[in-house]
């Protein structure tokens, strides 16, 4: 028998970081995504939420997962969608966007989507259009809407956020999955570690709040969750490891490591995973591995996200 | 503060409830309950048994949380919780025993028939309330009824249930001094 009830109020119409999110908004978020995730199972898979309100997917950089989660998303929920995908000038990238988004706003639209090489773009279009805005992965900085469904996997597996033992390994300083699971799982008690190349982990805010490791092999049989991100070969400049097979050799998931974890360790990867590289394939398909839920509970998660902030006033929202 | 129905009466008030439903739903059609959240829930679970040992028949249980589907969604300070909805069989072609705690505008069970209807096409649906308090805004009607009051239209009635409350009791406020 389902209980309880929220008295919480969400205020925000945009959603731009999980920085910024107090612990209580982003339990919202969860419990709000895990009403929506049925709405996928279902004979039709549609529900009313958004009829009449039009979401702009302004994607700046080549994606095909993440725009096709947020296009079901807004389907899902009724709304109508505009599609505008291009690689963004590398002059004057804040005026185009700018402009851009005031012309899209000026034929009447209710939320925008974006995705962008530069960091902060989509703290800039909030600022400058009245529109809703959810950051799908701006430069290094955050992901938001990866963070969250990557904490909703974790809190379906295991039933809890706080106290879990989490590992994100991989290309940490680069990475803007790492950046919103770092903000998002601190906040909510868990206690994580980042495993990478020295030249790949991060300072600042975000890595003080974590235990840092080179060592993949010294941790691993403590943690509860194994997060391997990608190789981003398009956000390093030069190469700040010595080789593939270096990385693979030190950082990769493979059987023999996964048999000196615990039994019920959860492995996650955003993908694309590069098989063979962060992942080896028996352990990608294998039963400890989320990879495929992940992706299934972004489309709830987005749907609860575009669900929130396009239920927020204009006036009475920050 | 004025009680309507004490845990006596409540208990009265499900056992027509149940008396009533075995007659109005179609004997050759397979039934299934479903409760609107979140009172509806816990009286869908009670109608349930009562019914079940009644007439001996299985009956699947579901809930529906209707907020995506109603109509004033877009007219609201801030989008509200959505819980989730489970039903677990497939409706088609089955007699659908659609239970809440209050009738009253009709909105709510508008709102649920359309959700009802995106898990697919039951041959008949049944309406079953505990109270009925009038002030009807569309032409909805309960097809059986626990208990009919009279009520102003900006009075708030509360049903209580021991499964989510601290005990059984129906009670009507003047506005504004709801829980």
Known sequence: ?318 | MKRILDAKGLSAAIDRMVDELAGVCPADLPWAVVGIRTRGVALAERVKAQLAAKTGRELPLGWLDITLYRDDLHEMEASPLVRQTKIDFDPTDMCIILVDDVLFTGRTIRAALGALGDYGRPKVVRLAVLVDRGHRELPIAADVVGCRIETRRDEVVEVSMSETDDGDEVVARPAGSGR
């Open chain 1, 1 to 318: 028998m389902p209980r309880g009830k929220s008295q919480f109020v969400w205020t925000r119409r945009h959603l731009l970081g999980l920085e910024e999110l107090s612990a209580e908004e982003i339990v919202h978020v969860l419990d709000t995504a895990a009403g929506f995730k049925e709405i996928s199972t279902r004979s039709i898979k549609k529900a009313p939420a958004l009829r009449g309100k039009v979401v702009v997917l302004l994607f700046f950089e080549p994606s095909t997962r993440t725009s096709m989660s947020f296009n079901l998303a807004a389907q899902r929920l009724s709304a109508d969608l505009l599609e505008f995908h291009t690689e963004a000038s590398s002059v004057k990238k804040g005026e185009t966007l700018i402009d851009t988004g005031r012309n899209i706003e000026a034929m009447g639209v209710d939320i925008f989507v974006i995705r962008h090489a530069a960091a902060g773009a989509p703290q800039m279009l909030a600022r400058h259009t009245n529109t809703c805005v959810i950051n799908a992965g701006d430069g290094a900085h955050e992901h938001p809407t990866q963070g969250l469904l990557d904490i909703f996997t974790i809190r379906e597996a295991k039933g809890r956020i706080e106290g879990l033992k989490v590992a994100i390994v991989g290309d940490i300083s680069h990475s803007r999955v790492a950046r919103s699971n770092i903000w998002g799982l601190t906040k909510l008690g868990a206690e994580v570690t980042l495993v990478g190349p020295p030249t790949q982990l991060p300072g600042g805010l975000a890595g003080e709040r974590c235990r840092l490791s080179h060592d993949l092999d010294s941790v691993l049989p403590e943690m509860d969750v194994v997060n391997l991100l990608r190789i981003q070969h398009e956000r390093q400049g030069a190469n700040s490891f010595p080789s593939i097979r270096e990385y693979s050799r030190l950082f990769g998931m493979n059987a023999e490591r996964l048999s000196r974890c615990k039994d019920d360790v959860l492995i996650m990867h955003p993908g694309p995973i590069n098989r063979g590289v962060e992942i080896t394939s028996d352990v990608a398909d294998g039963p400890h591995s989320a990879i495929l839920q992940q992706v299934t509970n972004g489309v709830a998660i987005r749907m609860a996200v575009m669900y929130l902030v396009a239920g927020v006033k204009p006036e009475k929202g920050n």
